[in-house]
């Protein structure tokens, strides 16, 4: 009863712009870095609740470090999942954060938060930085950039590729092309309050009262039975 009792309550507080938000304890919080080790242990909380009871799972998010890798394998656990991940950005999130909150089912944000979209690093692999340069007073030639070896090609490729398909899957959520999405980025970012995400359809409410309500434990038990045989040989007595 308590389990219907909130759904009915989030379908229809999702109905409107002003939100009361109704949370339970299905929640995880996401605080520190997106990486990759950190975003592993955040998918393995999320598929334990989600074969709990049938209801939404708010994330908590307030990161604003990360990387690609870490965002696209939480995005694909999320995916994966029969229950709806609900973001709920309860600050300014940036970078990494900002990319998690739109790849949700659902996302709601606190009156004072933000998304801030810049850059988000490739794990394991740096952006090339530019050529070092000599300072103009000295009349030397430029000093001459160390030539990239085959590996490094390889994994520069890599890099490119892959995040050119993690920004296509932010691209579609923020209703915009690829192209002026990796423009804006290329200018330094942009960002949205939570009220012009509202108008931009990438958020679906803003918050303005928090309810609580725990829901009802469900428990399951699991019963295995095992049969054991042993053969016996019985030894000839002797008289």
Do not use: C
């Not at 938000?21 to 870095?33: A, W, Y």
């Not at 950190?38 to 990360?66: C, E, F, H, R």
């Not at 423009?183 to 009262?209: C, D, H, M, N, W």
């Amino acid at each position: 009863m308590i389990r219907l009792v909130v759904l009915v309550a989030v379908i229809f507080a999702f109905s409107s712009e002003a939100l009361a938000l109704h949370l339970t304890d299905r929640q995880v919080t996401i605080s520190g870095p997106i990486d990759v080790v950190n975003a592993q242990k955040t998918s393995a909380k999320l598929l334990v609740m989600d074969s709990g009871a049938k209801a939404p799972i708010y994330l908590m998010l307030s990161s604003t470090k990360g990387s690609a890798q870490g965002v696209l394998l939480l995005a694909d656990t999320i995916r994966s999942m029969d229950n709806p991940v609900v973001a709920v950005v309860q600050v300014q999130v940036h970078g990494a954060g900002a990319a998690l909150a739109v790849l949700t089912d659902r996302l709601v944000m606190y009156r004072s938060s933000g998304l801030v979209f810049t850059e988000v690093e490739y794990q394991g692999v740096k952006k090339p930085e530019p050529p070092k340069t000599r300072p103009a007073k000295d009349a030397k030639a430029p000093t001459a950039a160390k030539a990239p070896t085959a590996a490094d090609k390889l994994l520069q490729s890599v890099r490119t590729a892959y995040l050119e398909r993690f920004w296509d899957r932010i691209a579609g959520r923020l209703k915009l092309k690829a192209p002026d999405l990796k423009a804006k980025l290329e200018a330094g970012g942009f960002s949205y309050t939570p009220i012009q995400a509202l108008r931009k359809k990438i958020a679906r409410s803003v918050v303005e009262k928090l309810r609580y309500s725990k829901l009802a434990e469900e428990k399951s038990e699991t019963k295995i039975t095992t049969t054991r045989k042993r053969d016996r040989t019985a030894s000839p007595s002797k008289d």
